[in-house]
């Protein structure tokens, strides 16, 4: 039985966890659930799954959910509260399904107490891989993906020789606008961004989805976690999204994973590793799926991607600044404050603007992140 803490258990990826976790009683059990402010859906998680700790980040929420709670179950509050959750939890695994650099602070705090991570969240990873992965080489444990790319790619890689790979084909459905013509992006709304051709996920991701930035910041993933130069990292639109990533070695052999587009695939993986574990999931129906598609994705229409390979290449502080002033423009973008299109032009004044820190400090990294956070607001207030 593998003791499992999910944060963000409230979200796309924390309830998809936990369909999984129902569906296989014998071998995990939700020991601690964490959440932002959702108490409703955390009332009946906990109902279900009954945990021994809960945290809510926000302290607000946190009093209400006590005040509904009969017993005595241990809620934590605040940011400080996520971490002393993943401290004193007895979870083996913590699934990191927080959205955005918020979830930094727990992933370094179960890193150090010596847990694995299933990750979900990319944008921590982002702002500082380089910290993340020496970190938890020293301290021993595993960061299992749980980002369909990344699962294929570890998965394709598994019992492979690092030094034997060519390139990685990163591959994306291409969103919701690999069709659209790059003048109707002037008016995109933000239902139109909503709606993602085939994944269902929160809100932030879908739109990262729609300006390829969620590509670009897999791209900085995949290096991370493999160790890769951007160089060797492709990126192939492939709208059918059944192949979710491929790995080229040097003989010319191509090894790809493929499934169906649901997540609890992944997650199940990194749940189970190094097992895997017989399930009723959608399979893929070869003789129904006729063909697959493949194109090059266009860095003119799609300029996010081409500022998240400027900010691979430069390393240093430089993605905690993209991820910092990307987070910013879709919450402003989301919050209708900014249009679609000028997402990618936030993004690159800020990158303009920084001096680059090559291998930043902790304190460097969230210094950047800060001060990218307050130029993007000052050049949207300028916008409008
Ligand atoms: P959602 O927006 O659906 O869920 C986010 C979750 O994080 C919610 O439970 C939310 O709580 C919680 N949360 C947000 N901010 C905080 C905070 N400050 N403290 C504590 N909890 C917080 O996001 P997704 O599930 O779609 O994505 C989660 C992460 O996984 C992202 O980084 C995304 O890039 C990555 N990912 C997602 C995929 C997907 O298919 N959805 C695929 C691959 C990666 P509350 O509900 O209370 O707001
Ligand atoms: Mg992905």
Same mark, same amino acid.
């Given at each position: 039985?593998?003791?499992?803490?999910?944060?963000?258990?409230?979200?796309?990826? +924390? /309830?998809?966890? *936990?369909?999984?976790?129902?569906?296989?009683? %014998?071998?995990? =059990?939700? #020991?601690?659930?964490?959440?932002? &402010?959702?108490?409703?859906?955390?009332?009946?998680?906990?109902?279900?799954?009954?945990?021994?700790?809960?945290c809510v980040a926000?302290?607000?929420?946190?009093?209400?959910?006590?005040?509904?709670?009969?017993?005595?179950?241990?809620?934590?509050? +605040? /940011?400080?509260? *996520?971490?002393?959750?993943?401290?004193?939890? %007895?979870?083996? =695994?913590? #699934?990191?399904?927080?959205?955005? &650099?918020?979830?930094?602070?727990?992933?370094?705090?179960?890193?150090?107490?010596?847990?694995?991570?299933?990750?979900?969240?990319?944008?921590?990873?982002?702002?500082?891989?380089?910290?993340?992965?020496?970190?938890?080489?020293?301290?021993?444990?595993?960061?299992?993906?749980?980002?369909?790319?990344?699962?294929?790619?570890?998965?394709?890689?598994?019992?492979?020789?690092?030094?034997?790979?060519?390139?990685?084909?990163?591959?994306?459905?291409?969103?919701?606008?690999?069709?659209?013509?790059?003048?109707?992006?002037?008016?995109?709304?933000?239902?139109q961004v909503l709606?993602?051709?085939?994944?269902?996920?929160?809100?932030?991701?879908?739109?990262?989805?729609?300006?390829?930035?969620?590509?670009?910041?897999?791209?900085?993933?995949?290096?991370?976690?493999?160790?890769?130069?951007?160089?060797?990292?492709?990126?192939?639109?492939?709208?059918?999204?059944?192949?979710?990533?491929?790995?080229?070695?040097?003989?010319?052999?191509?090894?790809?994973?493929?499934?169906?587009?649901?997540?609890?695939?992944?997650i199940q993986y990194?749940?189970?590793?190094?097992?895997?574990?017989?399930?009723?999931?959608?399979?893929?129906?070869?003789?129904?799926?006729?063909?697959?598609?493949?194109?090059?994705?266009?860095?003119?229409?799609?300029?996010?991607?081409?500022?998240?390979?400027?900010?691979?290449?430069?390393?240093?502080?430089?993605?905690?600044?993209?991820?910092?002033?990307?987070?910013?423009?879709?919450?402003?973008?989301?919050?209708?404050?900014?249009?679609?299109?000028?997402?990618?032009?936030?993004?690159?004044?800020?990158?303009?603007?920084?001096?680059?820190?090559?291998?930043?400090?902790?304190?460097?990294?969230?210094?950047?992140?800060?001060?990218?956070?307050?130029?993007?607001?000052?050049?949207?207030?300028?916008?409008?």
């Open positions: 039985m593998k003791h499992i803490a999910i944060l963000g258990s409230t979200g796309s990826i +924390g /309830e998809n966890t *936990l369909a999984v976790i129902r569906h296989f009683p %014998k071998s995990f =059990k939700a #020991v601690a659930l964490a959440t932002h &402010s959702n108490i409703e859906i955390l009332l009946k998680q906990i109902k279900e799954f009954r945990p021994e700790y809960v926000d302290r607000e929420a946190a009093l209400k959910l006590r005040s509904r709670l009969k017993g005595n179950l241990k809620i934590f509050a +605040g /940011e400080e509260g *996520l971490e002393e959750l993943v401290s004193k939890s %007895k979870a083996d =695994k913590v #699934v990191l399904a927080i959205s955005g &650099s918020a979830a930094l602070p727990p992933l370094l705090k179960a890193i150090e107490n010596g847990k694995d991570i299933a990750l979900a969240n990319k944008e921590a990873l982002v702002m500082a891989g380089p910290l993340v992965m020496k970190m938890a080489s020293r301290n021993k444990i595993k960061i299992l993906p749980i980002d369909s790319e990344q699962s294929a790619i570890w998965q394709c890689l598994e019992g492979e020789k690092y030094g034997n790979l060519k390139n990685i084909y990163l591959t994306a459905s291409g969103g919701p606008f690999r069709k659209t013509g790059r003048n109707r992006l002037r008016k995109i709304s933000r239902s709606k993602h051709p085939k994944w269902s996920m929160g809100p932030k991701i879908t739109v990262d989805s729609a300006t390829l930035m969620n590509k670009g910041l897999e791209v900085l993933e995949a290096m991370f976690l493999f160790d890769v130069p951007c160089a060797k990292i492709k990126v192939l639109v492939h709208p059918e999204a059944i192949i979710h990533s491929m790995v080229e070695f040097i003989d010319g052999v191509v090894i790809a994973q493929l499934s169906e587009t649901d997540m609890r695939i992944p990194a749940l189970s590793y190094p097992e895997r574990l017989a399930n009723s999931l959608p399979a893929i129906d070869f003789y129904k799926l006729k063909e697959l598609h493949f194109e090059k994705p266009d860095f003119g229409k799609f300029p996010c991607l081409g500022l998240a390979y400027r900010a691979a290449t430069a390393l240093g502080t430089s993605p905690a600044v993209l991820n910092a002033a990307n987070e910013v423009s879709v919450g402003e973008f989301l919050d209708k404050r900014l249009e679609f299109i000028s997402i990618p032009r936030v993004i690159e004044k800020v990158l303009n603007k920084h001096r680059n820190i090559a291998e930043p400090d902790l304190t460097e990294i969230k210094a950047a992140d800060s001060w990218a956070r307050e130029e993007a607001y000052n050049i949207i207030e300028r916008l409008n």
